[in-house]
């Protein structure tokens, strides 16, 4: 069965730094286009970050874009989201995703969504989030 499990999570002063990590099983590593998401109570959960794990083509949110980095270890199936420079606003828990797109889907359409952070619905894989607060 296809899972996400993301680790990392905890308690930071502002402008500290905390690197999330979230492994893959299955194959939905080759789902090829990867993003964190962020969720506060009350609100809808809202993607930071994505990355192409075929050519590592990254996109970010204007509200983490020069703080956070989103990256990926083919060998271990892994992707990490880097926090730095982190905020109280940035208190949230972390949610990883894979974009799962039909398998007759061009790798070009699959590609432009993802650079333009993905196109998330249901149909994808969540993972249950690892809780991020940053203190004053």
């Known amino acids: 069965q296809e899972k996400l499990e993301e680790s990392g999570g905890g308690s930071v002063t502002t402008g500290g730094s905390r690197r999330l990590s979230c492994t893959t099983s299955?194959?939905?590593?080759?789902?090829?286009?990867m993003g964190w998401f962020r969720q506060v109570p009350g609100k809808e959960r809202e993607v930071v970050a994505t990355?192409?794990?075929?050519?590592?083509?990254?996109w970010y949110d204007d509200s983490v874009k020069g703080r956070f980095i989103i990256s990926r270890d083919s060998a271990k199936h892994t992707v990490y989201l880097s926090m730095n420079d982190l905020k109280p606003e940035d208190s949230a828990m972390y949610i990883c995703?894979?974009?799962?797109?039909?398998?007759?889907?061009?790798?070009?359409?699959?590609?432009?969504?993802?650079?333009?952070?993905?196109?998330?619905?249901?149909?994808?894989?969540y993972g249950r989030g690892t809780q991020i607060s940053v203190s004053s």
């Open positions: 995703a894979a974009d799962v797109h039909p398998t007759t889907t061009p790798s070009s359409v699959v590609r432009t969504s993802c650079v333009f952070g993905g196109s998330w619905n249901s149909e994808d894989v």
């Open positions: 299955g194959d939905i590593y080759d789902k090829n286009c």
């Open positions: 990355i192409y794990t075929v050519d590592d083509t990254q």
